[in-house]
């Protein structure tokens, strides 16, 4: 049976501001901060980490990342 590798990339670096975090691509410059979403919107770090992942996967076309967290809860489902 053929086995399947996956590889996990870190998309981001994560670096404190005053208010907030800022999240930065690791291949690139391109970065947001939580200060540039609205907590109306849900949790600030979650709304960054969507959007820097969502650059990695489009601009250099790097795999999704998965929390080790998502993953547990996954695998509880």
């Known amino acids: 049976m053929p086995r ?5 990339v870190k998309a981001y670096g994560i670096q404190r501001i005053k208010g907030g975090m800022k999240f930065t691509c690791t291949q690139c410059a391109h970065s947001v901060s939580t200060l540039d979403f609205d907590a ?5 770090r979650t709304q960054a980490a969507t959007a820097i992942n969502d650059h990695a996967t489009k601009a ?12 547990q809860q996954r695998t509880w489902r």
Do not use: F, R, V, W
Request: charged content about 10%; overall charge neutral.
């Open 4 to 8: 399947t590798t996956i590889q996990l």
């Open 40 to 44: 109306k919107a849900g949790n600030l």
């Open 60 to 71: 250099h076309h790097a795999p999704l990342i998965i929390s080790p967290s998502d993953s």
